[in-house]
């Protein structure tokens, strides 16, 4: 009598990954988001991403390395969200207004949290990069040169946008949008500096407002 195959499927040798590696490394950014990067620590991390520490090293690297890695993700969440409000259809001041809106609502606590801080107390966490890499860049070339560059991507973008704009008549003719992006770039990390240091939402979506009727002239 011929045996049958099982139906089950071969069968997976090895042990699973116990761990989503981008998960794991955005409970980390939020680790060093609350403490900053000198004051979190291995254990912290272990803690946030419930990964033991060679299990970190060993997907991660050391902890300089998993802020980089974390950075770098950053980065990449921030491009998105704001290339995707700068190429809606809608009118400059208004797509300017959804950026800078956008950017508080992370800033007060992210989406999930009612946009109010988090647990309710209206502690602001301001934005990654100004809270933890600016702190460090002074003596950190690598993470000095991924602010910087982070820095001048979003003026890009921003200036890309405003060359648009100019081209549809929402700008002046002789407007000069490599110095407005600057500018509309500056008041977002001014924003996120002022939420750290308690302003209320308001009083920065005012601030925002202002920086628009700026730039838009």
């Known amino acids: 009598m011929v045996q049958k195959k099982s139906e089950a499927g071969p069968v997976r040798r090895g042990r699973p990954r116990a761990y989503d590696p981008e998960a794991a490394l955005r409970q980390a950014m939020e680790a060093f988001w609350e403490k900053g990067y000198a004051n979190t620590s291995l254990d912290d991390i272990a803690a ?3 990964m033991n520490k060679p299990s970190l090293y060993a997907a991660f690297g050391d902890k300089h ?3 980089l890695a974390a950075l770098a993700q950053y980065w990449q969440l921030a491009f998105a969200d704001l290339r995707q409000s700068l190429a809606e259809n809608r009118p400059l001041v208004e797509t300017l207004i959804r950026v800078y809106d956008g950017a508080l609502t992370i800033y007060f606590g992210g989406e999930g949290r009612g946009g109010e801080g988090r647990g309710g107390e ?3 966490r301001g934005c990654f990069v100004v809270g933890t890499a600016v702190p460090e860049a002074n003596e950190d070339d690598e993470i000095r040169s991924g602010l910087m560059a982070g820095f001048r991507t979003f003026d890009r973008d921003f200036e890309t946008r405003f060359r648009a704009a100019q081209v549809a008549g929402e700008l002046k003719a002789d407007a000069d949008p490599a110095a407005l992006a600057a500018l509309a770039t500056a008041t977002m990390h001014t924003m ?3 939420a750290r ?3 209320p939402r308001a009083e920065l979506r005012e601030l925002a407002r202002k920086a628009v009727k700026v730039i838009c002239g």
């Open 48 to 50: 946030a991403t419930g």
């Open 65 to 67: 390395a998993l802020y």
């Open 197 to 199: 240091a308690g302003a």
């Open 192 to 194: 996120a500096v002022r």
């Open 122 to 124: 209206g502690k602001a």
